[in-house]
């Protein structure tokens, strides 16, 4: 999803939370073995008091009973009525809740995930929002890492990965300044990786350090996205844009985070960087002085190559043909000037 996209749906999701999350409005459910459920704080009174709320209170009663009973079945089926007969009710988001749990709990994910779903768009002010998050993060986690759904609760499916990806991608939209932000981020750069999309990999590590610099996770970040940067060059002949962004996020990591463990593999990474750009030079340099013969340039790309990277073995390569250059530049210099200097030869005309 664009990211003008992400930042809308945000900004509704933000806006609806407020006005759901007014005073007065809000109210929280409160299960009792003996009495059932009964609602505390907001404008609730009225409705459990009518006919429709002693209904839907009987629906759920009966519900949450059945599943403390382990009849998850006959939990899941009133769940289901009190979710399409009251959508609007103080019971909705708690139906939509449990009966998600158990759906996630049979490997149903697809139908989990969507009922959590509806909560995030259609009750925000669900006081166990933070659960909802917990719970989209962990199907998107057993998704990304093969736990095979079940269809009908029994029988193995294909692995969704994919779907797992979409789900992680799915609550960095829901909840963007939460704690699962900067973790969705990471685990879908992780699956990105793992499934080859490299791409959408350095994407999803670019979004985590512009979103989350402060985060505990960003040093990570920072690692892999200069890796990932350093794979895409295939050597020292092709574009080596990549290596120059690698190199970068190099830097950044050993200036910004000193102290951490892996500063070593930061600075190696930052080191192989200069190697191949040294490198890359050395070949355009290689190019003009053999198969061109063209001096001036090819001491234009061996002196870049002891810029970048003065201490390397490269620079010692390229010193070394310079001083060949200079050692042909010169004899060609004296055979000039032997020629210019010398007596004039005889000519002798025939007519």
């Known amino acids: 999803m664009p990211s003008a996209s992400r930042r809308i749906c945000f900004i509704i999701t933000l806006l609806t939370a407020w006005v759901f999350a007014m005073p007065g409005l809000r109210a929280d459910l409160v299960w009792e073995p003996k009495t059932g459920w009964r609602a505390e ?39 289901k009525k009190v979710i399409k007969r009251y959508p609007a009710s103080v019971f909705a988001p708690e139906a939509l809740f449990r009966s998600a749990r158990i759906y996630e709990n049979r490997r149903i994910f697809s139908k989990a995930h969507t009922n959590l779903q509806r909560i995030v768009q259609e009750h925000p002010a669900y006081p166990n929002f933070n659960e909802v998050l917990g719970a989209q993060f962990r199907i998107a986690e057993k998704l990304a890492n093969g736990v095979r759904p079940l269809y009908f609760g029994l029988i193995p499916g294909f692995r969704q990965r994919d779907k797992g990806l979409e789900f992680f991608e799915v609550l960095v939209v829901n909840a963007p300044y939460s704690e699962y932000g900067p973790l969705a981020l990471m685990n879908a750069a992780r699956g990105y990786t793992k499934s080859g999309d490299r791409d959408a990999a350095i994407d999803a590590l670019d979004r985590m350090i512009n979103n989350y610099p402060d985060s505990f996770l960003t040093s990570d970040a920072y690692l892999k996205l200069a890796t990932a940067q350093s794979s895409i060059t295939q050597g020292p002949p092709y574009d080596q844009s990549s290596t120059q962004l690698a190199l970068t996020y190099f830097q950044d990591y050993t200036i910004l985070y000193p102290g951490e463990a892996d500063v070593s593999v930061a600075n190696k990474g930052y080191d192989d960087s200069r190697v191949m750009l040294a490198e890359s030079k050395m070949t355009m340099g290689d190019f003009y002085y053999k198969k061109r013969s063209n001096y001036k340039a090819a001491k234009v790309f061996y002196n ?48």
Do not use: C, H
């Open 304 to 351: 870049e190559a002891i810029t970048l990277f003065p201490e390397s073995a490269t620079a010692d390569r390229a010193r070394k043909n310079l001083a060949r250059i200079e050692q042909l530049e010169s004899g060609a210099s004296d055979t000039a000037g032997a020629k210019q200097e010398g007596p004039r030869a005889k000519r002798f005309w025939v007519f």
């Open 41 to 79: 704080g907001g404008v609730s009174a009225t409705f459990m008091n009518s006919v429709e709320g002693r209904s839907a209170k009987a629906l759920m009663d009966q519900a949450r009973r059945s599943e403390d009973l382990g009849s998850k079945g006959s939990a899941l089926s009133s769940y």
